[in-house]
């Protein structure tokens, strides 16, 4: 494969968690947290079978979301784990904490936009030890939907004008499934 000569990068904009960069006539937003640009998506199930999703207000698309528990890997430690940062985004945003957590897949969220990498985590042996709802300003209310009504519930959401994250339909389907399409243990 051949590859483009990037060397010739030019720094258009830097701010806390994110740059602004040219290389050549190709513009993009790369992750200025950690070298790779990680994230953790997790895809958790209580022991009631309802898989747990989070609702907030973002701002860069002006409108609320529904996604699973997600965040940045690498944010406050360099040290972090994508284990660890998917138990500390799980049990901050939802209040639920895994007894294991299963890494399953990493790539691009929009390759031809940014740098970011996001892992799906399976999270297992879910146990409730606080309310959820966020860190700082997050604003995030937990839905606990029955696994069976998941898509419906999603498709009711779009209709009554939330955006929907794409990976939703990836998790659910990785909660049964490994990334190979063999049953999930």
Same mark, same amino acid.
């Given at each position: 494969?051949?590859?483009?000569? &990037?060397?010739?990068?030019?720094?258009?904009?830097?701010?806390?968690? @994110?740059?602004?960069?040219? /290389? %050549?006539?190709? *513009?993009?937003?790369?992750?200025?947290?950690?070298?790779?640009?990680?994230?953790? +998506?997790? +895809?958790?199930?209580? #022991?009631?079978?309802?898989? @747990?999703?989070?609702?907030?207000?973002?701002?860069? @698309?002006?409108?609320?979301?529904?996604?699973?528990?997600?965040?940045?890997?690498?944010?406050? &430690?360099? %040290?972090?784990?994508?284990?660890?940062?998917?138990?500390?985004?799980?049990?901050? *945003?939802?209040?639920? *904490? #895994?007894?294991?957590?299963? +890494?399953? @897949?990493?790539? #691009?969220?929009?390759?031809?936009?940014?740098?970011?990498? +996001?892992?799906?985590?399976?999270? /297992? &042996?879910?146990?409730?030890? =606080?309310? %959820? %709802?966020?860190?700082?300003?997050?604003?995030?209310?937990?839905?606990?939907?029955?696994?069976?009504?998941? #898509?419906?519930?999603?498709?009711?959401?779009?209709?009554?004008?939330?955006?929907? &994250?794409?990976?939703?339909?990836? =998790?659910?389907?990785?909660?049964?499934?490994?990334?190979?399409?063999?049953?999930?243990?």
């Amino acid at each position: 494969m051949s590859r483009p000569d &990037d060397t010739g990068t030019e720094l258009l904009y830097e701010g806390e968690w @994110l740059r602004l960069v040219r /290389r %050549g006539k190709w *513009e993009a937003c790369e992750r200025t947290h950690s070298a790779e640009g990680l994230a953790v +998506i997790v +895809i958790a199930v209580t #022991p009631a079978d309802e898989v @747990l999703f989070v609702e907030q207000y973002r701002m860069a @698309l002006g409108a609320p979301t529904i996604e699973m528990p997600a965040g940045l890997v690498g944010d406050d &430690d360099a %040290g972090d784990t994508l284990e660890a940062a998917a138990t500390r985004e799980l049990v901050e *945003e939802t209040g639920w *904490e #895994p007894g294991r957590v299963e +890494i399953l @897949l990493t790539g #691009p969220t929009s390759s031809g936009m940014s740098n970011e990498r +996001i892992a799906f985590a399976r999270a /297992r &042996d879910l146990r409730r030890v =606080g309310e %959820g %709802g966020g860190v700082g300003n997050e604003d995030i209310t937990v839905h606990h939907v029955p696994r069976a009504e998941a #898509p419906a519930w999603l498709m009711r959401k779009h209709r009554e004008g939330y955006e929907l &994250d794409l990976k939703l339909w990836a =998790g659910l389907w990785m909660i049964e499934h490994n990334p190979d399409g063999s049953p999930a243990d």
